[in-house]
């Protein structure tokens, strides 16, 4: 079973930038085969998909909203994801969650197999 723990969220003020992260335990065989990254939800919207990269360290992906100020990247060795979020603006305001799941998953074809608890980015203008 794969656990997913994240830390980094909190409170900047426009045009600042923070930094999340996302751990991961209990390697499967499948992990191989998946991809992880971050949703975010807004009450009263629906769930978007943020950023993932294949666990294989391949294969970016960012929703349009982000490109160019957020990077997403992934240290092996200390089996993390972390999600750099630069000029942060106040419509990124929202719950930030870790996931990991099948390429297919994220892009709407199938669940997402792993969640983590969630952290919070506030934004002020």
């Known amino acids: 079973q794969v656990q997913l723990v994240e830390s980094g969220g909190g409170s900047v003020e426009a045009g600042g930038s923070l930094r999340l992260s996302c751990a991961h335990s209990?390697?499967?065989?499948?992990?191989?085969?998946?991809?992880w990254g971050w949703f975010r939800q807004v009450p009263g919207k629906e769930r978007e998909a943020v950023a993932y990269?294949?666990?294989?360290?391949?294969?970016?992906y960012f929703v349009d909203s982000v490109k160019g100020r957020f990077t997403i990247s992934q240290d092996n060795a200390k089996n993390t994801v972390y999600l750099q979020m630069n000029n942060l603006k106040p419509e990124d305001t929202a719950m930030y969650y870790c996931?990991?799941?099948?390429?297919?998953?994220?892009?709407?074809?199938?669940?997402?197999?792993?969640w983590g608890q969630g952290t919070r980015v506030t934004v002020s203008s």
């Open positions: 996931a990991a799941g099948t390429p297919d998953a994220w892009v709407g074809r199938g669940e997402i197999n792993y």
């Open positions: 990269i294949y666990t294989r360290g391949i294969r970016p």
């Open positions: 209990g390697d499967t065989f499948s992990w191989l085969y998946m991809a």
